[in-house]
């Protein structure tokens, strides 16, 4: 129990003031993104919209996504990743102050495309400042801790969105609202009287925990690996962001749960995220390859998924939503390490743009085709062709992350 207990502790040493205070001000901030997750429920209850409208609502996000996912890195390399954040956070609070004033498909789809192109912006720069703070053999943790910031944040808001939405749907947009500008306040405290940060170093770029990465000084569209890498990143988003979109309208219609079981089912998956991320990140580092580590994480993904074409139970939806959790522990932080050991000295926003666009394009495509396949067909067609594309997804990174090797163990 002791050497459990050590272990533990020994995931979060060496990480930085400033890595701790980025994790902070994601708690805060994410303890509020309680919308998204009701935001189906809410068009297709409250509103009366259209499984497809809401589809294609949601789908307005993803393509605000995209353009903040590729604005925010060229924003990043040309003014800095501390006016980026600040200014996502603070512009994001009004944005969602006003969201319950419209009530239509074409309104609500407008108001989503800005406000997540704002919000959206905030990705990149955020990783960046997660690279340039954090000690070169810390890179993998440092996005863990910030993740576990998220996934705890994702575990109170839920669960507390739950609660609010039995209230009024438009308590979910204020207390989003209340969060984004008290995280942008806790930021700019901060970070505004610490000196500019210094970019990682060539030297210390050649001593991180993967020292295997390569590292190509050109632009990410040009890198052909990468762009390959990104295509299986996207493809694992379409499949993995159902959470976000189909399934809760999934839990409500088919599973029968109500908006707080919902709420419950959500809290429950940020806590074991919360609980259990710095610890596997932390073993899997010693004991298994990058790649081995994102091939098991995705594969984990159509297990998740495919269960619930043939069961909807409460225990077997828990039973998903734990496979769930571990894929995206195990997936996530080390995509991210990807990117960040592959970009160059000068262009580490550039490469976290084309990765967030990666993931973004999935919040266009995701929800759209989710709907569509479930009303078309049903939701056991759906769940199966997931966790197909789950599978596709692992084989894909499996040979595309041989070619950013230069060596490797598997």
């Known amino acids: 129990m002791k050497k459990i207990l050590q272990i533990y502790i020994d995931s979060y040493k060496g990480l930085s003031a400033a890595s701790w205070m980025l994790a902070f001000v994601m708690l805060l901030n994410r303890s509020g993104s309680m919308v998204l997750p009701f935001l189906g429920v809410y068009m297709t209850g409250k509103l009366g919209f259209s499984l497809e409208n809401s589809g294609y609502v949601l789908a307005c996000f993803g393509v605000g996504s995209l353009i903040g996912s590729f604005f925010g890195g060229w924003l990043t390399d040309k003014i800095g990743n501390f006016k980026v954040q600040s200014l996502s956070l603070f512009l994001s609070a009004p944005m969602f102050a006003i969201m319950p004033l419209f009530d ?17 912006v905030f990705r990149p720069a955020n990783s ?45 947009f204020y207390v989003n609202a209340v969060a984004a500008f008290l995280a942008g306040c806790l930021f700019v405290y901060f970070f505004i009287n610490k000196k500019s940060t210094k970019e990682i170093n060539r030297d210390q770029q050649r001593e991180i925990s993967n020292p295997e990465m390569v590292k190509p000084e ?21 499949a993995f962001f159902q959470l976000f979109s189909t399934l809760p309208i999934f839990y409500q219609e088919i599973g029968k749960l109500s908006q707080f079981d919902i709420g419950i089912i959500l809290g429950y998956s940020g806590l074991i995220i919360f609980i259990l991320e710095m610890l596997l990140v932390h073993i899997a580092e010693k004991k298994l390859t990058v790649t081995q580590i994102i091939v ?9 998924y495919g269960m619930l ?24 932080p080390f995509t991210s390490t990807v990117t960040a050991l592959r970009s160059g000295i000068n262009n580490k926003g550039a490469y976290m743009g084309f990765n967030g666009l990666a993931f973004a394009s999935a919040f266009v495509i995701s929800p759209i085709l989710g709907t569509k ?9 759906l769940w199966i062709g ?22 490797t163990n598997d």
């Open 373 to 381: 396949i479930a009303k078309l067909y049903n939701f056991e067609v």
């Open 296 to 304: 098991f994480g995705v594969f984990l993904t159509g297990i998740g």
């Open 128 to 172: 960046v400042a997660i690279t340039v703070h954090a000690r070169p053999e810390n890179i993998t943790r440092a996005f863990s801790l910030n993740r576990m910031a998220i996934n705890l944040g994702f575990s109170i808001g839920p669960a507390m969105g739950g609660i609010l939405a039995s209230i009024s749907y438009a308590l979910l």
């Open 309 to 332: 074409a043939f069961a909807h139970g409460i225990f077997i939806i828990y039973v998903s939503m734990t496979f769930l959790c571990f894929s995206e522990m195990l997936a996530l």
């Open 218 to 238: 050109r632009s990410p569209y040009k890198d052909g690996p990468f762009i390959l890498f990104n295509l299986f990143c996207a493809f694992y988003a379409i």
């Open 386 to 407: 997931t966790a197909l594309l789950s599978v596709i997804s692992a084989i894909g990174f499996y040979f595309v992350l041989q070619k950013m090797l230069k060596t």
């Open 104 to 120: 239509t498909p074409i309104g609500l789809g407008c108001i989503m495309l800005i406000q997540s192109t704002i919000s959206e």
